[in-house]
């Protein structure tokens, strides 16, 4: 396997940042050589844009490869995934916040939950057309013409569906991180089930889901932060989790394989490329270092 030859994180121009935490952009020189890429779990949804070459999913129970179409839209994902591009490949993926992309979809978030659908049927059209300007564009040019399409539909997805303001989960959001849901549901006078109401209305996740995947996206931010030395005890006491083995467990059943073994792919494998960019992009792009103790 090879590694992608141009691998990084932006962030998006400032009238984005309400409903966009990052982009992530990928590519590689021309290669008969499959690219396998080990993708992430996430309490959030993406939208993937494959300028050119193919990229497939591996199933893991049937190891069967699974064309992906040219843009498609990620839900939540419950557990982590394999990519396998081929050809001269490039893509760009949107990451949007969390509890913000929902409104810009014509589907509800539980329909997406734990997939990945081809944008046409979301009422997003208009992203061929983009791409097809993206893919013939300057390189500065790019992200320039994907902005100016984002803003407008932004726009009118406001003007259909009412103003864009914060998201009313973002202070539930916030607090699940250190708290469990019944427990924040008493502090804050409300029933455990109109939380969970509002949670699978914005994010297809039950409370415990998304805090199980905001945990472990908020682990990966500290991760980019924390001196290597620092134990996986005490980032489990400062994330909330219950102790080590609590953490432990999370990690392999989200990530799908044991920290210290992360670690060391990170370092030697480029299959894990996405994992060495996604704590900066975690900390600055969705703002987690606001959680992290000085």
Same mark, same amino acid.
């Given at each position: 396997?090879?590694q ?6 932006? =962030? ?16 590689? %020189?021309?290669?008969? +050589? ?20 193919? $990229?497939? @999913? =591996? ?8 064309p992906?179409?040219?843009?498609? +839209?990620?839900?939540?994902?419950? *557990? ?20 913000c /992309?929902?409104?810009l979809?014509d $589907?509800a978030?539980?329909? @997406?939950?734990?997939? #990945? ?11 061929? %057309? +983009? ?19 984002? #803003?407008g /539909?932004?726009?009118?997805a ?8 914060? *998201?009313?989960? #973002?202070?539930m959001?916030?607090?699940?991180l250190?708290? $469990?849901?019944?427990?924040? %549901?008493?502090?804050?006078? =409300?029933? =455990? ?15 415990? %889901? ?9 682990l ?12 996986l ?7 909330g989790? $219950? ?10 059943? @989200?990530?799908g ?15 894990? /490329? ?15 270092? #606001?959680?992290?103790?000085?």
């Amino acid at each position: 396997m090879i590694q992608l030859s141009g691998e990084k994180y932006l =962030l998006p121009s400032p009238y984005l940042r309400a409903w966009i935490d990052f982009y992530v952009q990928s590519h590689g %020189a021309a290669s008969d +050589v499959p690219v396998v890429t080990h993708l992430p779990s996430s309490a959030t949804a993406t939208l993937t844009l494959v300028l050119s070459g193919k $990229a497939s @999913l =591996l199933d893991a129970e049937s190891g069967r490869i699974v064309p992906l179409p040219q843009l498609f +839209v990620s839900g939540s994902q419950r *557990s982590s995934a394999t990519m396998v591009a081929e050809g001269q490949f490039r893509c760009l993926v949107v990451v949007f916040a969390p509890g913000c /992309w929902d409104i810009l979809f014509d $589907a509800a978030p539980e329909n @997406l939950a734990d997939r #990945r659908q081809e944008v046409s049927g979301l009422g997003c059209r208009w992203l061929h %057309a +983009v791409v097809d300007e993206m893919a013939t564009a300057a390189p500065q040019m790019m992200m320039q013409r994907l902005e100016e399409g984002l #803003r407008g /539909w932004i726009r009118q997805a406001a003007s259909r569906r009412g103003r864009f303001g914060e *998201s009313d989960t #973002r202070w539930m959001r916030d607090a699940l991180l250190h708290t $469990a849901p019944g427990e924040m %549901a008493q502090n804050y006078g =409300l029933s =455990l089930r109109q939380i969970e109401r509002r949670f699978l209305q914005q994010f297809g996740l039950s409370p415990k %889901a998304y805090q199980r995947l905001a945990r472990m996206a908020l682990l990966l931010a500290r991760h980019g932060q924390a001196p290597a030395s620092t134990p996986l005890a005490v980032l489990a006491a400062e994330l909330g989790y $219950a102790d080590q083995a609590h953490l432990s467990r999370d990690h392999k059943q @989200l990530i799908g394989v044991p920290p210290a073994r992360l670690g060391r792919l990170v370092e030697e494998d480029p299959e894990y /490329w996405v994992y060495r960019i996604l704590p900066g992009a975690l900390a600055t792009g969705s703002g987690m270092s #606001r959680f992290f103790k000085p």
